[in-house]
């Protein structure tokens, strides 16, 4: 049972113009949602969190939205750089439980054409 | 300053042996945790550690599967009587605590495969 979903394996798109990742979650009890980049034969890297209280976090050209209602989460990179080529797994947390393990989804590869 | 570190980035065993993998954690984490991503997969945790003791294991898939952390800084990972299923990319990652918020750095990972 996938508690953290990921629906599109793959997202292409230009240079300079919007990618937009989705995720969907099922697990009501999650309040802290992650976005990490992942390259080839390295580990997965932080880009940008967001809080189940908070509805949008923005950190330069990237953009985290929070749905609660809809247990829905998206990142929006604006503009879309070839350098953002990478996988991008959603991640999320049920921290006031005390446990901070990460639960992911299975990722998206985003390429971003020249 | 020094990421997560794993070593060794590749390990070919036999089915049926024993392994080790160890994980050295960004200096002053307390939080360290372990995770397992298989081909085509996000990572999947499977334990993690608050200083010395395991906080939580219940990602552990059966007990061949073992982690200790004996001083609270370097971790290892010990699997018995590897299966081909067990073969997967082992992850590891450090944070400064296991409060919330706090965000998981992940080193490069082992490369397992079980022939």
């Keep these: ?114 | 300053g020094a990421g997560v570190s794993q070593t060794p980035s590749n390990k070919v065993t036999e089915k049926g042996k024993y392994v080790e993998l160890r994980c050295d954690p960004i200096s002053g984490h307390t939080a360290l945790y372990w995770y397992r991503q298989s081909l085509g997969q996000g990572p999947e945790f499977l334990i993690y550690f608050q200083g010395t003791g395991a906080a939580d294991d219940s990602g552990l898939p059966n007990d061949r599967f073992f982690a200790v952390r004996p001083e609270g800084s370097v971790s290892t990972l010990k699997i018995q009587r590897t299966e081909r299923g067990d073969s997967a990319v082992y992850l590891c990652a450090s944070s400064l605590s296991t409060s919330s918020y706090n965000e998981q750095f992940f080193g490069p990972g082992t490369r397992l495969t079980v022939l």
Excluded at chain 1, 14 to 19: A, D, L, W, Y
Excluded at chain 1, 65 to 74: G, M, Q, T
Excluded at chain 1, 82 to 87: E, K, Q, T, W
Aim: one cysteine or more; proline letters at 5%; aromatic letters at 12%.
């Design chain 1, 1 to 114: 049972d996938q508690q953290v979903k990921q629906n599109s394996p793959s997202l292409s798109v230009q240079e300079g113009r919007i990618s937009i990742l989705n995720c969907d979650y099922t697990n009501s009890m999650f309040d802290y949602f992650l976005w990490y980049k992942k390259y080839p034969a390295e580990g997965p890297t932080f880009l940008i969190s967001i809080s189940s209280i908070k509805d949008k976090n923005e950190d330069g050209r990237f953009t985290v939205f929070l749905n609660k209602s809809a247990k829905h989460l998206s990142l929006h990179i604006v503009p879309s750089q070839p350098g953002d080529s990478a996988v991008y797994f959603c991640a999320a947390s049920a921290g006031q439980g005390g446990s901070e393990k990460l639960v992911f989804g299975k990722g998206t590869k985003l390429t971003v054409n020249p």
